[in-house]
């Protein structure tokens, strides 16, 4: 946690934003068994278990928000989905507790990124 604490305004939360792309390709895998553990995440859902894992030709890229968004922050996920849909970019969001996780896909993940740091300067 950072000395200031998580942000919970809307606006604090886009301003600082802050995306990083993670130069690895991401990809989501149902798992039998124990899931991997380099996994980024697991999911435990009622149908199967999901790991999130670095694999080449796994066509998401992940962008983090290193902005510490507090976990009853309202409206980051929708801006930031938003933002991205207008441009036809579909978003999965993993949430920790510290920042947002997006997951575009590989191929767009540089114009993704840009849309990112455009609605970020727009606050």
Known sequence: MSAFGPVGDLAGMLA????????????????????????????????GTTAIVAQEDGGFARITLTVHSALDGVGLTAAVAGGLA??????????????????????????????????????
Request: overall charge negative; aromatic content about 8%.
């Open 86 to 123: 207008a441009a036809g970019i579909a978003c999965n969001v993993v949430a920790g507790y510290h920042h947002d996780h997006l997951f575009v896909s590989w191929a767009r993940r540089g114009e993704a990124l840009d849309i990112l740091k455009r609605l970020a300067a727009a606050h």
């Open 16 to 47: 600082g934003m802050a995306p990083v792309l993670d130069p690895r390709e991401w990809g989501f895998a149902v798992v039998a068994g124990d899931p991997p553990s380099d996994a980024f995440a697991i999911i435990h859902e009622d149908e």
